[in-house]
């Protein structure tokens, strides 16, 4: 069993019966996805999710979990999800894909979040590894970075997978992947991302995370 099936096990422990559960988007939240499969079958555990991409969605579908969809709730008891960077302080950098929208609404939403991951995803600050996904507004893209570089961000557009075009998001969203002064902390660009027009949603998450699963050569630890 490698780290990220080891920590997705151990967060489906946190999984009662009666719960609404959202599912995370990720290699990490699949394996979590799998194993509430086999509590269901297994050990008869009871519960509903809402997804939060429509990749996630259709593994749930296809393992038959039950689920709703997202404008049928107005609150969770739990959401299980990866990241891309962890720091200390439990704040998030997530996004590499094209699902941010979703993923932070029902961030917000969950009672308790819990962040899945390995060791490798373990930074002292935000936008160590990767640069910031920010989505914007497609005719909005070049005021929206204009903005952005205004205190300091440094990005472009991102490509789509055949270099032709630009990635567009499940939203039907352009991402600009920013880098920021390393000192800027990541409370303060956070304010500054979600005060730029133009900003559809962004991949820091603050303040929104309960308990963080690592695991690390086999041993799963919670912070
Ligand atoms: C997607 C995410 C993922 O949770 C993040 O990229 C981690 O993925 P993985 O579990 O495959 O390492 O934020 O938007």
């Known amino acids: 069993m490698n780290d990220k099936q080891l920590v997705a096990l ?91 929208v979703k993923e932070k609404l029902l961030a917000k939403a969950a009672a308790q979040l819990i962040v899945v991951a390995d060791a490798s995803k373990l930074v002292s600050h935000i936008g160590q590894n990767f640069p910031i996904p920010i989505e914007v507004i497609p ?18 557009l991102r490509p789509n997978a055949a270099k032709d075009g630009f990635w567009i998001t499940s939203h039907g969203s352009y991402v600009l992947d920013m880098q920021f002064d390393k000192n800027l902390d990541a409370s303060t660009l956070n304010a500054l991302i979600n005060n730029t027009p133009g900003v559809i949603e962004h991949g820091i998450f603050c303040g929104l995370t309960g308990v963080v699963l690592i695991a690390d050569n086999g041993t799963v630890s919670e912070y």
């Open 10 to 100: 151990q967060a489906a422990k946190y999984v009662k019966n009666g719960m609404l559960v959202g599912l995370g988007t990720g290699s990490t939240a699949n394996y979590f996805i799998e194993e509430l499969a086999r509590l269901t079958r297994d050990e008869g555990l009871k519960f509903t999710t809402v997804a939060s991409s429509t990749i996630s969605a259709q593994k749930a579908q296809s393992l038959q979990l039950p689920i709703v969809a997202l404008e049928h709730i107005n609150s969770i008891d739990l959401y299980v999800d990866g990241a891309d960077e962890i720091t200390p302080g439990k704040t998030l950098l997530k996004g590499r894909g094209s699902d941010l």
């Open 139 to 156: 005719f909005a893209w070049q005021l929206a970075k204009k903005s952005l570089e205004a205190f300091g961000g440094v990005g472009e």
